[in-house]
């Protein structure tokens, strides 16, 4: 059995080279907003969430990277995961993946609820009840900010439509 050595050691490093790949992913999220048709009418166009979150990853990212550039000191050794914290980031991504494949069919709202209670609860390890309370709230509030308010083009899923 092989041991792979991790090259990435410290926080420092770590967070360094997180922050320019999360500053690159602005820049793509940027260059990719461009080719986002404008037909229709709508309040807002709709390159408009994309920029925001383009520039605010670019901008986060560039922040990181230069913040954790310019720290002297002691730099901390990072405890890398066990079993169950690669469990926990595994069932994590799954989750999301499900919103992501079902944010088209079941729409925005009950998508956000279903996601939220999910991860609420195998994160915070919450009761089903407190889960289901909170997933309840963002879905409404994912309704009424993104798709009343805004007047942005989310799938409002079958329940609405």
Known sequence: MYIVEVAVKTQRVADVAVGCLVALLGVFVLISSTSIS????HRLSPRT??????ILLA???VGLALKSWSVR??????AWPDAEGVRTIVVSLAILAGYIALLNWLGLPLATFLYVTL???HLNRAKWGAA????LIAGVISYVVFIQLLGLSFPAGFLLE
């Open 49 to 54: 969430f994309p920029y925001v979150v383009g």
């Open 73 to 78: 000191g002691k730099d901390f050794a990072i």
């Open 59 to 61: 901008v986060c990212g």
């Open 38 to 41: 404008l037909a229709g009418v």
């Open 132 to 135: 289901t309370v909170i997933g």
């Open 119 to 121: 991860a609420t609860w």
